[in-house]
């Protein structure tokens, strides 16, 4: 999983993301987390209860995407769930203080990152943090350095250059669009992608943020449902 995009505009920043996974995995609406003081909207997966989507009502919006800077063993044997760890992650203001903080030994590589008052992005390469931060002001995508090859990764980020290149007005349902049928005819690579449906693309989520109030969109690809929410309704 997955394939992530970030869009400022006057009013805020759209969010969209798709999540690759294993259909037996899929969050076929998100629920609310609610522990102390945080409180979020996420996609849970019922395997291990962890997620790959944490969205605040303020609009901070905090995701997992599998691998760092490459393909990986998936078959070796690791420790704590990458979906609780992005939960782990919630509890801490920055992810260089988490990173800073948490003990990463033993879990699968990943790239967390969190987008709201600034965007900060996470790697974990298997043996080393990598923390970076990006300009609020630029439109970025992301990819799983697990799924995609360097090839497709480019590919990727050509698509959302075009996307944004084509039109002067970027909204929410342009995003979505692009994130439910943008590519190329590979259905192995194409942004809702099915590998002999083993992994494939289960849910599109975009979080709208339009002066911190919050217009959430999931949809299940598996059963079919679109399922809306808004911050001042959880």
């Not at 420790?79 to 990463?104: M, N, P």
């Not at 590589?109 to 080393?128: A, C, K």
């Not at 439109?139 to 360097?150: F, V």
Request: include cysteine; aromatic fraction near 10%.
């Amino acid at each position: 999983m997955c394939t992530l995009t970030y869009v400022p505009h006057a009013k805020g920043y759209i969010v969209t993301i798709n999540r690759d996974e294993s259909p037996a995995r899929n969050a076929s609406e998100l629920s609310r987390y609610k522990s102390g003081r945080l409180d979020f909207l996420i996609a849970r997966e019922p395997v291990h209860g962890g997620t790959n989507l944490a969205i605040s009502r303020k609009g901070e919006v905090t995701t997992l995407l599998n691998g760092a800077f490459k393909p990986y063993d998936p078959f070796l044997s690791y420790g704590r769930s990458r979906g609780l760890i992005l939960l782990d992650s919630l509890l801490f203001e920055t992810l260089y203080l988490f990173a800073e903080k948490h003990t990463l030994t033993n879990v699968e590589p990943f790239t967390l990152v969190r987008l709201g008052s600034g965007i900060d992005e996470l790697r974990w390469d298997g043996q080393q943090a990598h923390f970076n931060q990006y300009d609020l002001t630029e439109p970025r995508i992301w990819a799983s350095a697990q799924l995609y090859s360097i090839e497709f990764l480019k590919k990727r980020e050509k698509w959302f250059a075009d996307l944004l290149s084509g039109s002067a007005d970027i909204t929410a349902g342009l995003l979505k669009d692009f994130h439910l049928y943008g590519g190329e005819g590979d259905p192995a690579n194409d942004m809702v992608m099915n590998r002999s449906d083993l992994v494939k693309t289960v849910s599109v989520s975009q979080a709208t943020v339009q002066f911190g109030s919050v217009q959430i969109s999931h949809c299940d690809l598996i059963g079919g449902k679109v399922n809306t929410y808004r911050s001042e309704a959880w």
